[in-house]
């Protein structure tokens, strides 16, 4: 009986054992796998991370170097002072150098139109196509040593017969006609009422034949007298055809005999005209006889203390006049075109050969004065 009972005791004992080691195996082995799981589920989230002794700085070997060892050529005190002032010199030779540039810029800049030195940026040849008097195509070199004229082309407008110039702060206008004994009988307050301002009187002219005979204007002491009546100022001109300085003289001097009981407000303009539809004695002139006969009659007429002026148009200021030479006198420009062509200065501009004026019987020239308001 007891040894029964100690049997089972052993037995139950045995049992025990083995439940426990089984239960503690099967607890080693779920902590083992839940480690494993974790490990894993880091490796998805962020890569792996380096060990401390790859983030750590890389180690700089640096040689020891001995007290007596030099490294890099030191310099005296004397010496580095000379060094220095050396090459503060030179920095200050470069930049005294360069405001010496800067300031011969400037006044090169200064001195030179529109800012351009024509030395360094020259300028470039500028040609016009313009239309002469019968429609024909020409073209012309600007000469860029000629003053030019500064007004605006769009400030020309004509109203009627009369042409204006409005929109431009720098200038106002007169009107004028200018006229020859073939206007015949001209009522000259009618002139005026109409709204001209002024007149040029043909106070003479040459023939245009082999002899080439002085006239005056048959009309031209009638007209005087009855444009000054009627409040109009007057200038005159002379209609030439003199082929060397010598006749310009004398055309000058026939002009000044006849001003002598006169008194004008306005110039005395040369009018050196081409004959396009004859044979006439000045067919052979050159350009540089046409501009000295004009400077001749002009300075006679300076000198007796009338303002001279030239009659123009933009052929003789292409082809025949030296407008260097021209340029020292106001001109008035002929161009029927609806705006002046010449890019060259010019006063008066005899805008129409076709007007119509009350007072005038038939075609007469209109003129249009630009006047400086300064």
């Known amino acids: 009986m007891k040894r029964a009972i100690l049997i089972v005791v052993v037995c139950m004992l045995a049992a025990f054992l083995i439940f426990e080691i089984s239960r503690y195996t099967a607890r080693k082995d779920y902590t083992s796998k839940e480690n494993v799981s974790t490990e894993s589920e880091a490796e998805k989230s962020e890569p792996a991370k380096e060990s401390e002794a790859e983030l750590a700085e890389p180690e700089i070997f640096e040689p020891e170097v001995a007290e007596n060892e030099i490294t890099e050529p030191e310099l005296s005190e004397s010496e580095m002072t000379e060094s220095e ?35 360094e940026q020259p300028q470039e040849t500028n040609y016009l196509l313009f239309l002469d008097a019968y429609g024909e195509s020409h073209q012309m070199e600007v000469n860029p040593n000629v003053k030019k004229h500064d007004y605006y082309m769009s400030s020309f407008y004509r109203f009627g017969e009369y042409e204006s110039y409005e929109g431009d702060d720098r200038y106002t206008y007169r009107l004028g006609i200018d006229v020859s004994h073939h206007n015949g009988d001209i009522d000259f307050n009618a002139v005026k009422e109409s709204g001209i301002d002024f007149v040029f009187l043909r106070i003479g002219y040459r023939g245009y034949g082999e002899e080439g ?4 204007d048959k009309m031209f002491r009638e007209y005087i007298d009855k444009a000054h009546e009627a409040g109009l100022d007057v200038g005159c001109y002379f209609y030439s055809q003199a082929i060397n300085t010598d006749e310009a003289q004398e055309e000058a001097a026939l002009v000044l005999k006849i001003l002598k009981d006169y008194k004008l407000e306005l110039p005395v303009v040369f009018d ?9 004695r000045t067919d052979n002139v050159t350009g540089e006889q046409f501009t000295e006969n004009t400077i001749t009659f002009c300075e006679l007429i300076r000198d007796a203390g009338f303002e001279p002026m030239v009659y123009s148009n933009l052929m003789w200021e292409a082809f025949q006049f030296d407008m260097e030479k021209i340029g020292r006198y106001p001109v008035w420009y002929a161009d029927y075109e609806p705006a002046p062509q010449t890019p060259y200065d010019f ?27 300064n």
Request: overall charge negative.
């Open 85 to 119: 002032i050396t090459d503060s010199e030179l920095s200050g030779a470069e930049i005294e150098d360069s405001s010496e540039l800067l300031d011969s810029d400037k006044e090169s800049l200064e001195e030179t139109p529109n800012g351009i030195d024509s030395l």
């Open 213 to 216: 005979t002085l006239n005056e």
């Open 272 to 280: 050196p005209e081409n004959v396009l539809d004859d044979v006439a």
């Open 347 to 373: 006063t008066c501009w005899q805008y129409s050969n076709t007007g119509k004026v009350p007072g005038v019987d038939g075609e007469v020239d209109l003129d249009i004065m630009l006047i400086p308001k």
